[in-house]
């Protein structure tokens, strides 16, 4: 069965500063695909960034990227120069092809100005 | 290009009554999904279609739930009769297949916040 592991419930991070969400999973599957969600408070859940697993590279989107250890079943988000906009509950996502998505239980980020 | 719509945005009701969402997906997309969201959970599967068919609803609540998407593009989600621990954020998502990566890339709805007196 596939889960999706967020050990930090809430975290805080000063403007212009650099924070990492953690995300652990597991999934018997040797392919599948990994996303980072974004919800702001009362708005629509959008997509961050995705990795697919049989990628060796990881991900980058502008300022957000993933530290993607295959063998660690670890799916880590940076977030560099951190803006008040990027306050919000993050969602890590385990995808397997043909599957639904799974979800672990969000992390809280605050940005402190 | 119109995102994911749901409707309604907010709704209250006592429990017992039956009410029902409604979820337009983006055009074109034959993956659809409803996911509930207890509030500070991740959300979670309740029901996904592959057009018209339902081809995972295990774990959707039969008893009290049911949900159909005739002629394969809008979804409804019904629950009757509603319980308080129904209270939640119905998300829909629709998704299109990335040919290239073989990913399953979902768009989320803004989402029906329900509340059961």
């Known amino acids: 069965a596939q889960t999706v592991t967020q050990s930090q419930p809430e975290m805080s991070v000063q403007e212009a500063e650099t924070v990492t969400l953690s995300c652990t999973y597991d999934?018997?599957?040797?392919?599948?695909?990994l996303f980072w969600y974004k919800q702001p408070p009362s708005r629509q859940m959008i997509l961050v960034i995705r990795q697919e697993a049989y990628k060796q590279q990881n991900a980058t989107e502008n300022r957000f990227s993933v530290n993607f250890q295959k063998a660690a079943k670890s799916f880590s988000l940076k977030i560099s120069d951190s803006q008040l906009g990027d306050a919000a509950m993050y969602f890590c996502?385990?995808?397997?092809?043909?599957?639904?998505?799974?979800f672990g239980a969000g992390t809280i980020l605050r940005v402190k100005s | 290009e119109a995102g994911v719509v749901q409707s309604p945005r907010y709704k209250i009701i006592e429990k017992k009554q039956p009410v029902a969402f409604w979820c337009n997906p983006i055009s074109g997309h034959n993956t659809l999904y409803w996911y509930r969201q207890n509030l500070g959970q991740g959300p979670e599967l309740l029901i996904r279609y592959e057009n018209e068919e339902a081809v995972d609803d295990s774990q959707l609540p039969k008893d009290r739930f049911s949900a159909e998407r005739l002629k394969g593009v809008d979804s409804t989600l019904k629950i009757q009769p509603a319980e308080l621990g129904d209270s939640a954020v119905y998300l829909c998502?629709?998704?299109?297949?990335?040919?290239?990566?073989?990913?399953?890339?979902?768009?989320f709805g803004a989402g029906s916040r329900l509340t059961v007196l």
């Open positions: 998502a629709s998704s299109s297949w990335d040919g290239y990566s073989g990913a399953n890339v979902l768009t």
């Open positions: 999934t018997s599957e040797s392919d599948y695909y």
């Open positions: 996502a385990l995808g397997e092809y043909g599957n639904k998505l799974v």
